[in-house]
Nanobody, 117 residues
Framework: QVQLVESGGGLVQPGGSLRLSCVASGLSFSFSSYTVSWYRQAPGKERELVSELPRFDNSANYGDSVKSRFTITRNANRKTVYQHMDRLEHEDTAVYYC????????WGQGTQVTVSA
C-alpha cells in the first residue's frame, strides 16, 4: 500500500521560511521514476500545482506565484521530496499536498501552512 506522509507545515510570519517534507513508502518502482510534485489548496479555491519534478529529471517547474521563492528537491535514497519555501506571503496560506505519479496518482494527507503576523 502506497503512503505519502507530509510534514513541516505550521504558522510562520510573512517573509519567513518553511521546509515541507514528504516521505513515500510502498512504491512499486524506483522513486526517481515518479513525477513528484506539490499542490496546495486555499479555502474557497481550487487545488493548484505549486512545483514539480518530472521523472528522471531535475529540471523543476513552478507556478508563477512561487517562482524564485520555492524550491523542490528529491532524495531518491530516502524516497523523500522536499519543498523549501522562502519569503512567504499571506497568499501562500493553504493546505499543501504531496503528489507522486507514474501511471497512477498518489496523494498525501496534506499539511497546513499558515502565513500570518
Amino acid at each position: 500500500q502506497v503512503q505519502l506522509v507530509e510534514s513541516g507545515g505550521g504558522l510562520v510570519q510573512p517573509g519567513g521560511s518553511l521546509r515541507l517534507s514528504c516521505v513515500a513508502s510502498g512504491l512499486s518502482f524506483s522513486f526517481s521514476s515518479y513525477t513528484v510534485s506539490w499542490y496546495r489548496q486555499a479555502p474557497g479555491k481550487e487545488r493548484e500545482l505549486v512545483s514539480e519534478l518530472p521523472r528522471f529529471d531535475n529540471s523543476a517547474n513552478y507556478g508563477d506565484s512561487v517562482k524564485s521563492r520555492f524550491t523542490i528537491t528529491r532524495n531518491a535514497n530516502r524516497k523523500t521530496v522536499y519543498q523549501h519555501m522562502d519569503r512567504l506571503e499571506h497568499e501562500d496560506t493553504a493546505v499543501y499536498y504531496c503528489h507522486n505519479h507514474r501511471r497512477v496518482s498518489y496523494w498525501g494527507q496534506g499539511t497546513q501552512v499558515t502565513v500570518s503576523a
